[in-house]
């Protein structure tokens, strides 16, 4: 077994880095890379969505509109998304792998590195749990949703509610036309409990 060095209190302990005879199990370069492997992919998604929507915001304002859009755009779409996350995950991977090369001069792991990668996990899991929160897709369902549920139940095209400043507590049904079919209270759309 290899020898343990002393690390100062901002290090991590050699265990990773210095257990086996012949040096490191694994070479820093690739622990880095492993070591922010979920922060990546976690960016890399983030970007492909955000890149995904402007791509189709784009089509949309400049190509199709309101119209049927050309069979080709979903394709389009598809690989402009995975092209995003791929170059992105590429970007984030060789700057880990850079900092972890760079980092092999030095005797143990920088624990501040290390809680980087962490940090950096959490607050990004975090954003898309409060993304997808915000949105209804989890946790308490927002009156639109539940107004939009109600008409779909009751066969109704489409739905509509009034400003929230409005004061009217309104859920509005509208027929295939888009004409205002039924017009109901929000207190008939969620039955008190």
């Known amino acids: 077994m290899g ?8 290090d991590v302990s050699p265990w990773l880095l210095n257990a086996h005879p012949r040096g490191s199990l694994l070479k820093r370069r690739y622990l880095y890379v492993v070591l922010f492997s979920v922060p990546i992919v976690l960016a890399s998604a ?41 170059a992105s995950a590429v970007a984030f991977t060789t700057r880990a792998y850079a900092v972890g090369r760079r980092e092999e001069a030095q005797p143990s792991l920088n624990a501040t590195h290390v809680v980087a990668a962490g940090g950096a996990t959490v607050l990004l899991l975090v954003a898309l749990v409060a993304y997808q929160w915000h949105v209804g897709n989890i946790g308490p369902r927002t009156d639109g949703v539940l107004c939009a549920d109600f008409c779909r139940a009751k066969g109704f095209a489409g739905s509509g509610m009034p400003p929230r ?13 888009g004409r205002e079919a039924v017009k109901v209270p929000m207190a008939d759309v969620v039955p008190r409990q």
Do not use: E, H, K
């Open 165 to 177: 400043n409005a004061g009217a507590a309104t859920c509005t049904c509208f027929d295939p036309q």
């Open 3 to 10: 020898t343990l060095r002393y690390a100062p209190a901002n």
């Open 46 to 86: 983030v970007i492909a969505l955000a890149v995904f929507g402007a791509a189709a915001g784009v089509l949309w304002l400049v190509v199709a509109g309101d119209n049927p859009w050309p069979s080709a755009a979903n394709a389009l779409l598809v690989a402009v998304c995975v092209f995003a996350f791929a």
